[in-house]
Each structure stands twice: as structure tokens, then as C-alpha cells.
């Protein structure tokens, strides 16, 4: 009945006037010269951008994710994570997924927050479907977008309507990714002026946060803070002694303890250990892999498993925004994290860098 009515109110508050206008603005998806609000630098975007040019590309998204996704359920949380470090350097324009530069030189996978990105060969596997149905028409940015949104429903989260038509980066931005992708180590005011760089409201922020109730943390950013906070030898004093034992135990192989995540791109994400979001809660409350308000119910109880999670709990703000998200059952929630998807999925960077779809995503055309 709550599901009911949630679909209700996000319908009558953000899809009703969405998918209103992209009926409206239907008839004019080819026509350079339209004046659609959902133009964005020059180039047409659309809600169903390739009705003509590919009509079964979104259905071929939406299925090649659910294979992938029933084979592997980290899918989702690996797509949702890609999309955001794409469309937040540059915005959305899939030069996150590439692996050569103009220039010849680092690319964004080179940057340290991007080093532990997964899922790229399942949007590799995603495009090549596509590219068989339609070749050189559908962009990767629009497959990534499309994709972690399918990976956000199954998880349990909500539908979000998105506009298709984003064309493709023809460079990668190393040094953007490094300097503007926001750290584990940052405090609030770090993070929260990260995101109002970009356009988003403290609310939105938090909101946005909230995609950490899915997928798993490395235990390699989970030791930093047991065992060396800041340099000191000692754990990060604000983990409860009772989580701090959890880490603890749940971090202890030896593996890759002393490795810094630079230091290669995909040893270190993929052979340690990690810690899947739901687990940072007390057995008291309710748990569960799918997507739900876990998230914030662990930050208030101090058990958010890396730093800047837990710093949303150190501003008077932000603080109360975590205590409204866990207090009712993800209704609210759920409505807030559909509209910020919405936003992030259409930040948009410069023309000039903007190309044709690429046939592989990981190579410049
Ligand atoms: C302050 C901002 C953020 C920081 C510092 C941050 C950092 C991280 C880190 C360090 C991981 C663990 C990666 C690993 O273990 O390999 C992670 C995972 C993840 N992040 Fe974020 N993140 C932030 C915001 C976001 C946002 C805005 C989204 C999406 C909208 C997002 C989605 C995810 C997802 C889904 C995972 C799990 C990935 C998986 O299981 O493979 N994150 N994040």
C-alpha cells in the first residue's frame, strides 16, 4: 500500500510533468532546430532519443543488465558507482570508460579514486549487444546511464525517468578526476563543497550518499581508519568500540594491508576482502542487501564504514537529514535519491570535447 502510494506521489510530483514533456517534445527528437529545455550544449537530448535511430536500444540495455545482474548481483552497485565518477568530472559523456587518451596520456582510470572502479567490461559486454542491433548509433555515455539506472531498480530502488542522447567524450580528463572526485577522507564541509561545485543542495548531497546501501567496501580503505587514522598509529576515535572490533575482524587478512589504493589499478579492489554496506549495522536493526534507508540508520549509530560517510553525521544539517531518511521506511528517501539520479544523470561538460557514439567504449573511435 506505502509502495502504492510512493508511486503515487513520484509520479504526480516528478514523472507526470517529465514524461508529459518528453511526449511533447517526441515529435521534435531528430530536429536540431528544437528548443526543448532538455537541449543541453547545443545537441538535442530526448526521453527515447533513438525511437528511430534504434528502437530496441533501451530494451537491449535493460535486459543485458538484468543477465549480468542475475548472474552477478555486484552489477548494480559496480554501475551506479562508474556513472557517478563519469558524470561527475565532465559530466556525463562515458570518458570515464576509456583506456587511451588524445594525447597518449593518463586517462581517468589512471586517477586514484577511479583505480577501484568495477564493471567496465559489463558495460563493454552491454555495448557490443547494442553496437550488434545498431551499430555506431547508441553513445556509451547514454549505455552507462541507462544501465546503472535498470542496476538502481533491481537493487530495489526507484525509477527514475532519464533523457537519452548524450554524446561521447574524445578525451579523458586525468587531472579533473584527480582533483574533483570526492576522497573517503574528506570532512562534511569537504564533501558537501565537492557536490555544491556541481550543483547539488546539502539534501541532495546526503541524498545522492545514500547509493552507499548497496555494494561493498574494500577493506583496503577499512584499515587506513582502524589502524592508522591521519597518521596516528591509532583508530579513528569516533568508531564505536563494538564496530571497531567488527572492522577489525573483518579486515584482519593480511593480503593487501599495506597497500595504498594507487597502487595499481585493479589488484587491489578485486583480491581483498570486503565489507558489504548492510553489514555496518547492528544485528537490531533491519538489514539487508537490497536498497533501503540501512545507510542512514548505520551513520547514526556511529557505524558508517568509511570516514566521510560518517562526517555527514558533524554538521547540524546534515545530521538532521540522516535522522529524517532513517526514520520512516525509504519512502522519502527512495523520492529524493529518484530526482537527484535525474540530476546527476544529466550533468553535462563542454561541446568541444564531444563526439560521435564510440563502437567500444574503452577506445577512442
Ligand atoms: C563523498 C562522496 C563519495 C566518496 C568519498 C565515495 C567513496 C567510495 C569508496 C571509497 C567506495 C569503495 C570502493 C571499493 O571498495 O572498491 C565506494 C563505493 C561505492 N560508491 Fe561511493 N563515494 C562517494 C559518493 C558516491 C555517490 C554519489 C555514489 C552514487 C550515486 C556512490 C556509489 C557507490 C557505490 C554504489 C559503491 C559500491 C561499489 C561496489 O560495490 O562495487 N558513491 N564509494
Known amino acids: 500500500m506505502k509502495a502504492l502510494a510512493f508511486l ?14 518528453a511526449i511533447s517534445s517526441s515529435s521534435t527528437t531528430t530536429s536540431s532546430s ?3 529545455p532538455e537541449e543541453s550544449d547545443g545537441h538535442h ?9 534504434c528502437p530496441l536500444a533501451e530494451q537491449i540495455v535493460r535486459q543485458s543488465t538484468r543477465s549480468l545482474f542475475a548472474g ?8 551506479l558507482r562508474l556513472l557517478f565518477h563519469d558524470c561527475f568530472v565532465h ?3 562515458g570518458s570515464v570508460l576509456l583506456e587511451e587518451n588524445i594525447e597518449g596520456g593518463r586517462t581517468e582510470r589512471d586517477a586514484i579514486p577511479n583505480q577501484t572502479l568495477k564493471g567496465f567490461d559489463k558495460i ?8 550488434e542491433a545498431c551499430p555506431g548509433v547508441v553513445s556509451c555515455a547514454d549505455v552507462l546511464v541507462l544501465a546503472a539506472r535498470e542496476g538502481v531498480l533491481l537493487t530495489g530502488g526507484p525509477f527514475y525517468p532519464v533523457v537519452t542522447g548524450r554524446k561521447d567524450s574524445t578525451r579523458s580528463y586525468y587531472e579533473t578526476a584527480e582533483e574533483e572526485i570526492p576522497s573517503p577522507n574528506h570532512n562534511v564541509s569537504t564533501t558537501l563543497a565537492r557536490f555544491a561545485s556541481k550543483g547539488f543542495s546539502p539534501r541532495e548531497t546526503v541524498s545522492l550518499l545514500g547509493a552507499h546501501n548497496i555494494g561493498s567496501i574494500d577493506c583496503d580503505f577499512i584499515r587506513t581508519r582502524i589502524l592508522n587514522f591521519s597518521g596516528t598509529g591509532l583508530p579513528d576515535p569516533s568508531i564505536p568500540t563494538d564496530f571497531l572490533i567488527e572492522l577489525a575482524t573483518n579486515c584482519s587478512g593480511n593480503s593487501r594491508s599495506g597497500l595504498n589504493v594507487a597502487s595499481g589499478r585493479t589488484s587491489t579492489a578485486t583480491a581483498s576482502t570486503a565489507i558489504p554496506y548492510y553489514q555496518a549495522l547492528s544485528p537490531l536493526l533491519p538489514s539487508g542487501n537490497t536498497f533501503g534507508t540501512h545507510y542512514y540508520g548505520a551513520l547514526l549509530k556511529g557505524r558508517g564504514l568509511l ?12 545530521t538532521k537529514l540522516v535522522e529524517a531518511y532513517a ?12 530526482r537527484v539520479m535525474m540530476k546527476l544523470s544529466s550533468l553535462s561538460g563542454s561541446i568541444s570535447d564531444q563526439g560521435p557514439p564510440r563502437l567500444q567504449c574503452s577506445r577512442l573511435n
Not at 537530448?45 to 535511430?53: H, V
Not at 563493454?124 to 553496437?131: A, H, L, N, S
Not at 526514520?327 to 529518484?338: N, P, Y
Open 72 to 79: 552477478d548481483p555486484r552489477t548494480a552497485p559496480q554501475l
Open 34 to 36: 528544437s528548443s526543448s
Open 124 to 131: 563493454d559486454f552491454i555495448k557490443d549487444i547494442v553496437e
Open 45 to 53: 537530448q530526448s526521453y527515447d532519443y533513438y525511437s528511430q535511430s
Open 8 to 21: 503515487c506521489i513520484l509520479f504526480a510530483t516528478t514523472l507526470k510533468p517529465l514524461i508529459h514533456l
Open 327 to 338: 526514520s520512516d521506511d525509504g519512502f522519502t528517501f527512495k523520492r529524493d535519491f529518484a
Open 91 to 93: 559530466g556525463c559523456d
Open 307 to 318: 570516514f566521510s560517510d560518517q562526517q555527514l553525521m558533524y554538521d547540524r544539517k546534515t
